[in-house]
């Protein structure tokens, strides 16, 4: 099956200044449908070239068109950029679907948050202000929030359009110009984005788009002097390099990179409400999910019950292509699937309290992996500590508070955590004890809202995305302070 028909935007070019280009290295790569194994289209291999010319391109933007419209202007072209994206929704899923491998339901929230964050970004774009500080006699002191000016966006290819919506919706609220290098496993619904803001008219140059190699295109992106900030979500190693290179031209870096992230299950938590979040946050999108909860941390006098109610769930997990929209679609790539199995090797010794079904008519080529449940893990093995980004999850048992936040502080990341109990005081407690950028009680993620600051510490990287501190972290602050006597 191949795309180019169905498309309504050009697979294989970058958009930069407003038009759809060749990459200057001639050269396309595959687009694999990950349910397949086929591919499906050819994308631009962009190179540093492009990037340069899409950094030109944000220049002149700043300096042009972009540049002069008031915060109210660039909101509405935000918003309308969300409302547009929703009269798409069928077909960005289904883009969505075909280039990521996760089901069509799972692809179609992805896409009413895409037009989420346009609307809260729109609507929050002239609401970003300065403040006024008392200071001495005789001065009258204000901050100013001023855009970095060009921002680049590295983004990762299991959320696209989700990823997309929350930095580079935040970043054009804030009045930067941007250059977006999405994955080059998954890069369509990056280019769909720019076309349909290209359709609401936000000027040439403010959004350009390359795709490409992260060796190439990526490597390029965070090394070029015209980059005032990058953003950067995926993993620690690229990230680290992310971060050595924005280091040369002393740029300041966001970054994003995954986690390891524990529910704390206690004895007096409500087991039944827990349940769909404690094994659907380990699934969903195949486990490839960021704030995935890989680690179930649950007090003994329940543990026996929640591992049994999980195991059921896990038995009727289906596995199968995107477009049949099952519980679980394949992993993005062989890569991938590769990497989960060695993990899954790694856990021959360990109890498997259940696994879930691939369906027997799934095509030969897709990467699928069983959705595996293993119980009684040591919080100290591998499985227990490392990111897997796979539909893998370890229950680990403990037995008492002191014992869970020291569980479940004891690996390298911090990004999302979640506490289920019915003691307040321990909730309050735990809630500021445990490392980690997202703590829920009694829930696990809160619907993702657009309102809520997203970010880690430690492995999980730093700086903070969504909300309004996304917006801040778009913008450096000037300090006037005026003396008149
Ligand atoms: O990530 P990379 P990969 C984790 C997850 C996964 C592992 C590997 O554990 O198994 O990372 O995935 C671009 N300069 N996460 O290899 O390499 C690349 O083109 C600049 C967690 O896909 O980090 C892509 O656009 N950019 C995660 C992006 O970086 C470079 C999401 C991510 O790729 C580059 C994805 C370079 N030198 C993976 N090299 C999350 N936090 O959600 C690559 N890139």
Redesign the pocket.
């Known amino acids: 099956m191949t795309l180019e028909n169905d498309l309504w935007f050009n697979p294989n070019k970058c958009f930069i200044n407003g038009r759809w280009i060749q990459s200057q290295s001639g050269k396309t790569l595959p687009m694999v449908d990950p349910s397949t194994g086929e591919t499906i289209c050819e994308i631009a291999r962009g190179n540093a070239a492009d990037i340069d010319a899409a950094v030109n391109a944000a220049t002149d933007a700043l300096i042009g068109e972009w540049g002069q419209k008031t915060a109210a202007e660039r909101g509405r072209i935000l918003t309308a950029l969300g409302q547009k994206i929703l009269t798409k929704v069928d077909e960005l899923a289904r883009l969505e679907a075909l280039d990521v491998g996760k089901p069509l339901k799972q692809a179609r929230a992805d896409v009413l948050a895409l037009a989420r964050y346009m609307e809260f970004y729109g609507g929050a774009a002239d609401k970003l202000h300065g403040d006024t500080i008392p200071y001495l006699d005789g001065y009258t002191v204000y901050t100013l929030r001023e855009p970095h000016g060009i921002t680049g966006h ?6 696209p359009m989700q990823i997309i919506g929350r930095s580079v919706g935040a970043a054009l609220a804030a009045g930067n110009a941007a250059v977006l ?5 998954a890069c369509l619904t990056a280019l769909a984005f720019a076309d349909l803001a290209r359709q609401v008219g936000l000027p040439e140059g403010a959004l350009n788009v390359v795709p ?4 190439e ?3 390029a ?2 090394a070029h002097a015209g980059i005032h900030h990058v953003s ?8 680290s ?2 971060q050595a ?1 924005a280091a040369r031209h002393t740029v300041p870096v966001t970054l ?3 986690g390891k992230s524990p529910q704390l299950v206690f004895d007096d938590a409500d087991i039944d409400a827990a349940l769909p979040f404690l094994v659907n946050a380990g699934i969903q999108n195949a486990g ?3 704030s995935a909860s890989s680690r179930i941390l649950v007090q003994r006098g329940v543990y026996d019950h929640v591992v049994n109610q999980m195991a059921k769930c896990y038995q009727n997990l289906r596995v199968g292509p995107a477009l049949n929209d099952l519980d679980v679609g394949p992993l993005i790539s062989a ?2 699937q590769q ?1 989960v199995s060695s993990f899954l090797d790694q856990g021959q010794d360990l109890e498997v309290a259940a696994k879930g079904v691939i369906e027997k008519d799934v095509p030969n080529g897709g990467f699928y992996i069983q959705p595996t449940l293993f119980t009684n893990v040591p919080a100290t093995h591998a499985l227990a500590r490392d ?3 796979g539909p893998v999850q370890v229950v680990i048992p403990f037995d008492d508070e002191a014992e869970a936040l020291a569980i479940a502080n004891g690996t390298d990341y911090g990004l999302v955590a979640s506490i289920w109990s019915r003691d307040g005081a321990r909730q309050m407690r735990l809630a500021r004890s445990i490392k980690s950028g997202q703590v829920f009680i009694n829930n696990y993620g809160a619907g993702g809202g657009a309102e809520l600051p997203f970010g880690g510490s430690g492995k999980s990287g730093h700086g903070r995305e969504k909300g309004f501190e996304a917006l801040y972290g778009f913008t450096k602050l000037k300090t006037v302070a005026a003396y008149h006597g």
Request: glycine share 14%; charged share 15%; hydrophobic share 40%.
């Open positions: 590295i983004v990762p290819w299991n959320y290098k999405p994955a080059e496993e490409g190699l992260g060796a295109a990526g490597a992106l965070t950067f979500t995926g993993s620690v190693a690229t990230g390099l992310v290179s994003e990179l995954g490839q999910t960021c890569r991938q990497l990111e897997i980004f």
